[in-house]
């Protein structure tokens, strides 16, 4: 298994810290638990190339399952890559990465 890497985008556009920012710069794989956040704007100022995982909203049933899903497509792409996983708020409080 590689590397995970898991950082809170918070609410609002300019809430990145500078630590978060040169993690994502340097990221190999970013991939979004939601595009749709206002905190993901901030990345479009840096053309990041980033994988949304939104199609999982649309085939869960509930939000128990969508956390169950989102933490195993992320599972599944760290078989292969290292992966920088992006929510918006607070990863610690992100019931995604809690699952």
């Known amino acids: 298994m590689y590397d995970l890497t898991i950082i809170g985008l918070g609410v609002d556009e300019g809430d990145l810290s500078l630590n978060a920012l ?14 749709c956040a206002l905190s993901f704007n901030a990345l479009k100022n840096f053309n990041a190339k980033v994988t949304s995982l939104d199609y999982v909203y649309e085939k869960s049933r ?5 956390n ?6 992320v599972l599944n792409m760290l078989k292969t890559e290292n992966v920088t996983y992006l929510v918006d708020g607070s990863a610690m409080e992100d019931s ?3 699952e």
């Open 22 to 35: 040169n993690e994502i710069k340097g990221a190999k794989k970013l991939v979004a638990r939601t595009c």
């Open 62 to 66: 509930n939000f128990n399952t969508l």
């Open 68 to 73: 169950v899903n989102l933490a195993k497509e």
């Open 96 to 98: 995604s990465v809690k």
